[in-house]
């Protein structure tokens, strides 16, 4: 799926924020003890800052999408008014696109400057306005390739030049093998944003599936779940089913998963790191790929 961006005037009217939650102790005058993490897709622009000494996050910002602008003209405007967004000095930055235009393939397999050659056997791409990306996967031996939006990925070099630009499903596979224990059967994942399912399947901390999967109603996202437990083996009445992302206890999707799944439960954030205090006004299985981002290498 290609995305026609244009440019974003700073006049425009900046995100709205949907969280915004801020640990007391973050410095604004010493980022080099920080990280910062952005998220961009369908489900808005996110933002996290982990403080690095503690590994521990100490921010969280959620803000919806401004119809009509490019993700691109959305980071300028609201950097515009920000008080860290765009700053130098961070200890590191990482952006994770959201989008289906990826494909994953064996380390071994991968010849850096095939790229587009990779990715359009999955995805027609828009060479005006994309660039096609890749990142490494060593602890896996896979590599992510991926297309963004171009004008977004022209910000983010321009803006933060050391920055690593990721696919969301790379902090979605650092986090669950992460999660993931060794010598554990065959488990699949969840993750839910607006009109998309990300399915992973992770046994022994492998990787056997991972695919983005749109849809339009709970019937659609149940039947996509039912089809990959099904090609993989896995028994809805048995199995264990775990999900994160942007969805309600009481939603009709989590209301539909638990009817046709006995054993469907919510994911819990990434181990082994620490959350202020503020972040507990939201779910744990939210801003799971946000987290995670702090996992890739």
Request: glycine share 4%; proline share 5%.
């Amino acid at each position: 799926m290609s995305v026609t961006a244009s440019a974003s005037p700073l006049s425009a009217a900046p995100p709205v924020a949907q969280h915004f939650l801020r640990d007391e102790t973050l410095d604004p005058e010493n980022l080099a003890a920080y990280n910062l993490y952005l998220t961009a897709g369908p489900a808005g622009l996110r933002l996290g800052v982990a403080d690095v000494r503690r590994n521990k996050f100490v921010a969280l910002e959620d803000y919806a999408l401004t119809p009509a602008t490019s993700l691109a003209g959305q980071f300028r405007t609201l950097a515009a008014q920000h008080d860290l967004l765009g700053l130098p000095g961070w200890n590191s930055v990482r952006l994770a696109v959201q989008n289906r235009s990826f494909t994953l393939l064996p380390a071994p397999l991968f010849r850096e400057g095939d790229e587009a050659a990779y990715l359009r056997l999955h995805h027609r791409g828009d060479a005006d306005h994309e660039t096609v990306l890749h990142y490494r996967h060593s602890s896996l031996d896979t590599v992510s390739i991926f297309a963004a939006e171009k004008t977004l990925f022209d910000w983010f070099r321009a803006t933060y030049p050391t920055g690593r630009l990721v696919h969301q499903t790379s902090a979605l596979l650092a986090g669950l093998t992460h999660q993931s224990e060794a010598a554990t059967p065959r488990r699949l994942y969840l993750s839910i944003g607006p009109q998309e399912l990300t399915l992973v399947a992770v046994r022994d901390k492998r990787v056997e599936f991972c695919n983005v999967f749109a849809f339009t109603s709970a019937e659609d996202l149940i039947y996509y779940t039912i089809l990959v437990m099904q090609e993989l083996q896995l028994n809805p009445d048995q199995d264990p089913v775990v999900v994160w992302g942007d969805l309600m206890h009481d939603s009709e999707l989590f209301t539909i998963l638990r009817k046709y799944i006995r054993h469907v439960r919510f994911g819990n954030r990434p181990f082994d790191l620490a959350y202020s205090y503020k972040l507990n006004d939201v779910f744990e299985y939210r801003y799971f790929e946000l987290y995670a981002l702090h996992l890739c290498e």
